[in-house]
């Protein structure tokens, strides 16, 4: 029965301790725009483009991938 009263308040204390952090974020703003990081990545224009070497765009290196082009040519 000693351990009912353990978890019980082990169980209060942990929801105490979730609305106190709940509170605190909500008073920061973390809650207040929930509708533009949802519609942000379908207006997303920045693409990533991987950088070119300039004497190196017909190289390829010869490795395990390569092997089998290397045989078929």
Known sequence: M???Y???LCSVSLAVVFLVVF???AR???FED????????LFD???VKEKEE???KNDKEKGDNNKFEEKSE
């Not at 929930?34 to 990545?41: F, K, L, T």
């Open 54 to 56: 300039p004497g190196n």
């Open 34 to 41: 929930d509708e533009s990081p949802a519609v942000r990545i």
């Open 23 to 25: 509170i605190v974020f």
């Open 2 to 4: 000693d351990i009912l």
């Open 45 to 47: 224009s920045g693409e």
């Open 28 to 30: 920061k703003g973390q």
């Open 6 to 8: 353990l978890m019980i």
